[in-house]
């Protein structure tokens, strides 16, 4: 099964200790996937690209604290569904890894045949993921952006003695005049609030 969008081929980082698993993964993901293959290294960094990747796939013998805080930073800077696979678990970093970004943690399970369908259900996951990430900050500005009309609204009620009603109606035919949104009007009102008579 191939991940295309559309006509769209996902973008693979591959990064593996072993020099066989690389060449095999590499192999086998390239005819559905475009894969880019960066060096193994103590901590992750992600190569500069004109495109950002989709999909980051890490296969290790084991990762530890500093090399997943690398993974987090990279992940903050440039969000992509993460996979990492490794053999052993020592420092039993799966939770944490989760809460640095990697979407897909699989502890000595690795097996070629199986990459193919992890990648897909890990995009899917991450797809997801992104758009509760996106919905929750738009609620966020929203509520936002209530309270500060809510404020402006009140500014308005207590300095000119309008009703509710009246007050909203002001800020929004002052939005209209000044081709802004309400929530403009109401942070510029609430910072001169002021020097208002």
Same mark, same amino acid.
Do not use: W
């Given at each position: 099964m191939s991940l295309e969008s559309g006509g769209r081929v996902f973008r693979v980082l591959l990064v593996a200790s072993d020099d066989q698993v690389q060449t095999n993964l590499r192999e086998a993901l390239?005819?559905?996937?475009?894969?880019?293959?960066?060096?193994?290294?103590?901590?992750?960094?992600?190569?500069?690209?004109?495109?950002?990747?989709? +999909? +980051?796939? +890490?296969?290790?013998?084991? +990762?530890?604290?500093?090399?997943?805080?690398?993974?987090?930073?990279?992940?903050?800077?440039?969000?992509?569904?993460?996979?990492v696979f490794v053999r052993q678990d020592p420092a039993k970093l799966a939770t944490n890894a989760i809460r640095a970004g990697v979407t897909s943690y699989v502890v000595d399970g690795y097996e070629l045949n199986r990459v193919p369908t992890v990648l897909e259900l890990s995009l899917e996951r991450f797809k997801l993921q992104q758009a509760l990430q996106d919905e929750l900050q738009k609620s966020q500005e929203e509520l936002?952006?209530?309270?500060?009309?809510?404020?402006?609204?009140?500014?308005?009620?207590?300095?000119?003695?309008?009703?509710?009603?009246?007050?909203?109606r002001s800020l929004r035919e002052l939005a209209m005049r000044q081709s802004?949104?309400?929530?403009?009007?109401?942070?510029t009102l609430i910072l001169y609030s002021d020097v208002l008579p």
């Open positions: 390239s005819t559905h996937y475009r894969v880019e293959v960066a060096p193994d290294a103590p901590v992750f960094t992600i190569p500069s690209a004109a495109q950002p990747f989709d +999909i +980051i796939l +890490i296969v290790r013998e084991a +990762i530890d604290a500093t090399y997943l805080n690398s993974v987090r930073e990279c992940f903050e800077a440039s969000p992509s569904a993460v996979v936002a952006a209530r309270k500060v009309i809510e404020r402006a609204k009140g500014l308005l009620m207590e300095k000119k003695d309008l009703n509710e009603q009246d007050a909203y802004k949104s309400i929530r403009e009007v109401s942070e």
